[in-house]
């Protein structure tokens, strides 16, 4: 211990020492950067493959029951005459519904929130489809109780499914949000110990320059544009992949959570309008300032105001702070937003058609009233199908654009871990050879 004491304070001792720190900060900075680097290139991957699909599929779940219960009414509605497209597009819905539901509960991971939902929204659709089933039966041979049947079914999947399948989508969104935040956090442990690095090699040549007046050590200057180069790729890397996140989110996946909630209570807003006709005022409203109005109306408007605001007005432009209005001002370019434009024009239309379908039902003549509402030419069914439609157009947009921007952000970390490695050895190996230079010198 004491031939080492005594070795370390001379010239070649303290080279030595030099040469170690020196290889074990550059091969320190390497080894963080890949680490980080490849946690966030992960986190990244799964914005794009796992958490923003899993929330899209939750966001189909949603819609598809929404859809199946307004479809069932409008089926319902048209009596022993139901057109089989209804009961075809009825079917799929809940087809649809129970494949994600399947999808999802293979995938969901450790989220035990998520599988509580999961589970009662597997348990809770074959009761609502049995009572479906019951108030077709019913309704088919003109029996009132199949109207009973039916408005249940609404209540079920008013209170039971659609706030699961909203809570599963939450829950998805949330960890979308997760994986979003861990792919653009900052590689900060990275940077300091590459600092420090350039920092040491920075000092260790300034030392060399003072005590051999020489400007320049070969080895030591590879080391140092070795970890320049890690340094600004980290950098630059880091800065184009949360540029990319950052604009998937904006461009993409913010624009879609207002366009799905918005397709969501445009179909129960549909399905409310068809149970208004179904139910005729057996079920209003117990209390609050609604008290005594038809349920379904008060729902439909509801729905309605969320869409573009303005407590019912069937005219002018959306609310900005409406589902409708927050998606124009989310949609960035043209494509964006011109399927938007068209939903608030169907919108619009829809409204007056269904004002002119209330007043025709308050006067008495339910046919008429039925026709305006489901019938083929004029309808507010029409209205719905055109802002179903593009809804659908803009959702299928923005899918693009979130798909677009978020490969991109993931491409730029693409190479960065293994490009990291290497530079960390071949400036390991340039900082103790050009230690090594000087320490021959002694020899």
Not at 10 to 33: D, M, Y
Not at 60 to 87: H, N, Q, W
Request: charged share 25%.
């Amino acid at each position: 211990m004491d031939r080492l004491r005594a070795a370390a304070v001379t010239e070649p001792g303290r080279l030595r020492s030099i040469g170690a720190v020196l290889a074990v900060l550059i091969l320190a900075f390497g080894t963080v950067t890949a680490w980080q680097v490849s946690e966030r290139a992960s986190s990244a991957d799964a914005v794009v493959h796992r958490s923003q699909p899993l929330s899209a599929d939750a966001a189909r779940i949603y819609r598809s029951l929404a859809d199946a219960d307004a479809t069932a009414a409008g089926g319902f509605l048209a009596g022993a005459k139901e057109p089989r497209e209804v009961r075809v597009r009825y079917e799929r819905d809940i087809r649809t519904a129970s494949t994600r539901l399947a999808k999802a509960a293979a995938n969901t991971g450790g989220s035990a929130a998520g599988r509580e939902q999961i589970t009662r929204l597997g348990e809770r659709l074959p009761v609502y489809t049995g009572l479906v089933e019951a108030a077709r039966a019913n309704n088919r041979q003109g029996l009132p109780l199949g109207g009973a049947y039916l408005r249940y079914a609404n209540d079920t999947m008013a209170r039971e499914l659609l706030p699961a399948a909203r809570e599963l989508y939450d829950i998805e969104s949330a960890r979308l949000d997760q994986d979003y935040t861990e792919a653009k956090a900052g590689p900060w442990a990275a940077v300091a110990i590459g600092v420090a690095a350039l920092g040491a090699l920075g000092w260790a040549q300034w030392r060399h320059r003072v005590r051999t007046n020489r400007v320049f050590n070969q080895g030591l200057l590879v080391a140092t544009g070795c970890c320049t180069a890690m340094m600004l790729w980290l950098a630059v890397a880091h800065g184009m992949a949360r540029a990319g996140l950052n604009e998937s989110n904006d461009r993409g996946a913010a624009s879609l959570r207002v366009l799905n909630q918005a397709r969501i209570d445009t179909l129960r807003a549909r399905g409310a309008e068809n149970l208004t006709l179904v139910a005729r005022g057996a079920d209003v409203v117990t209390e609050g300032p609604d008290q005594g109005r038809d349920a379904y109306e008060v729902l439909f408007q509801e729905q309605l105001d969320e869409l573009v605001g303005g407590s019912g007005r069937a005219e002018g432009p959306a609310a900005p702070d409406s589902l409708l209005g927050r998606a124009a001002a989310l949609a960035d370019d043209e494509a964006g937003r011109t399927p938007v434009a068209e939903a608030l024009r169907g919108v619009r239309e829809w409204q007056q058609r269904h004002r002119t379908a209330r007043e025709t039902d308050d006067k008495g003549d339910y046919d008429k009233a039925l026709k305006t509402v489901i019938g083929k030419e004029g309808s507010t069914g029409e209205s719905f199908d055109r802002v179903d439609t593009a809804l659908s157009r803009a959702l299928a947009h923005e899918q693009r654009e979130f798909r677009s921007a978020a490969d991109d952000g993931r491409a730029a970390f693409t190479g960065l871990a293994v490009g990291a490695g290497v530079l960390a050895v071949l400036g390991a190996a340039g900082a103790v050879l050009g230690i090594g230079r000087r320490l021959a010198e002694y020899r």
